[in-house]
């Protein structure tokens, strides 16, 4: 099944912006191809029957595949081949990180949406999700630099090509493609807040609120990347990927922890608080657009962890998960929900009307 499995992507380092040129220099119609894309992902109609999503859809993959197609040649000089994973969940779900150039970075990148626009054509996702994937797959070509916009969405257009057949192969695949989109958009979500981090350090609040506003988009993209991740069926996700994810057919039982891209998120989400540690009250007074986009950013963190919860519920039910044995208490969902209670206590004064549980004390694990 490997070679029917998306290639190995290489993003880069979460904590480390990217230097050189601009990420499409060089590259003749580039930026102007990436502006089409994000202007038909503007005028996404997830809401307006199966045959405008295509057509939506569709609009914005036939300018990503010709930036893609212009791009490869980026790819030759870092293929994901020359690095080792970091972590067991690299290995599976074939990730990489490294210090790579803003070029670099962009082309695989584009690889990554590429796969995940042409996949949402089939995947049955529920229409906020889907509109909160597009909007982060948009930020990232906006972030990269894209420009000008995409002609009006012919709704009488037809599809761009025949769907693929749902087969367990083509879930594998979008198990994999999904969770790659996911990493990119935890990397992306990581170097905004860097950003606005740096700004806050050179007192330029205007502009790290802008940064902060970046990172949202892309946290809010989280849930939607997971979602599409598990649009297959129960059946396959216990009998086929939750036995890939363990021993034997790998040397540890797969967890969370391993996702590096996202705990380099969640620290640069901890550097923000300690550089910005006032309650909402006090910094309102002063500044009140970064006082609302910080609670914007840790509202979104609080409902990827909620989102987390009930998209697995379906799956994995009252199982325990991958790490723990027969002795261990609680299962999946019950450690999921505590990871939820202690950041609902840790941003409670950042946010209005912040609430800790009835007792006022929330149970570590």
Same mark, same amino acid.
């Given at each position: 099944m490997k070679n029917l499995l998306p290639p190995i992507v290489v993003l880069p380092n979460p904590l480390s912006p990217c230097k050189g040129v601009p990420a499409f220099s060089g590259i003749a119609d580039a930026a102007s191809l990436a502006g089409q894309v994000a202007g038909a992902l503007d005028r996404f109609s997830a809401f307006s029957g199966p045959q405008m999503r295509e057509v939506s859809l569709c609009a914005a993959l036939a300018p990503l595949e010709?930036?893609?197609?212009?791009?490869?040649?980026r790819l030759d000089s870092i293929g994901?081949?020359?690095?080792?994973?970091?972590?067991?969940?690299?290995? @599976?779900?074939?990730?990489?990180? /490294?210090?790579?150039?803003? &070029?670099? %970075?962009s082309a695989h990148a584009i690889g990554v949406l590429v796969r995940s626009l042409d996949d949402l054509r089939s995947a049955p996702l529920a229409g906020a999700s889907a509109t909160r994937e597009t909007a982060a797959i948009r930020q990232v070509l906006i972030d990269q630099g894209?420009?000008?916009d995409a002609a009006l969405v012919d709704e009488s257009g037809p599809p761009g090509r025949a769907l693929p057949e749902q087969t367990s192969h083509h879930w594998f695949a979008r198990w994999i493609s999904a969770h790659q989109l996911h990493a990119l958009f935890n990397v992306h979500a990581a170097l905004a807040i860097g950003r606005a981090i740096e700004e806050l350090h050179e007192h330029d609040v205007e502009t790290a609120t802008v940064h902060?506003?970046?990172?949202?988009? @892309?946290?809010?993209?989280?849930? /939607?990347?997971?979602?599409? &991740?598990? %649009?297959?069926?129960t059946s396959f996700y216990n009998d086929v990927l939750r036995p890939s994810m363990a021993p034997p057919l790998t040397s540890a039982p797969l967890s969370g922890r391993m996702h590096l891209e996202y705990k380099a998120y969640r620290s640069?989400?901890?550097?923000?608080?300690?550089?910005?540690?006032?309650?909402?009250?006090?910094?309102?007074?002063?500044?009140?657009?970064?006082?609302?986009?910080?609670?914007?950013?840790?509202?979104?963190?609080?409902?990827?962890?909620?989102?987390?919860?009930c998209l697995v519920e379906p799956v994995v039910g009252h199982a325990k998960s991958l790490i723990q044995n027969a002795g261990s208490k609680g299962y999946a969902l019950s450690i999921l929900r505590g990871i939820r209670d202690r950041r609902a206590a840790d941003m409670r004064t950042f946010v209005r009307d912040g609430q800790l549980p009835a007792d006022g004390r929330v149970k570590r694990r």
């Open positions: 010709q930036l893609e197609s212009l791009s490869v040649g994901g081949e020359e690095f080792a994973a970091k972590s067991l969940v690299q290995q @599976y779900f074939r990730i990489r990180t /490294a210090d790579l150039d803003s &070029a670099q %970075a894209a420009h000008g902060i506003r970046r990172a949202t988009v @892309y946290v809010n993209g989280f849930s /939607a990347a997971r979602a599409h &991740a598990l %649009a297959l069926p640069q989400i901890s550097r923000l608080l300690t550089a910005v540690p006032l309650d909402i009250g006090e910094l309102a007074e002063d500044e009140p657009e970064l006082a609302f986009a910080r609670e914007a950013l840790l509202e979104a963190d609080l409902i990827d962890s909620e989102s987390h919860v």
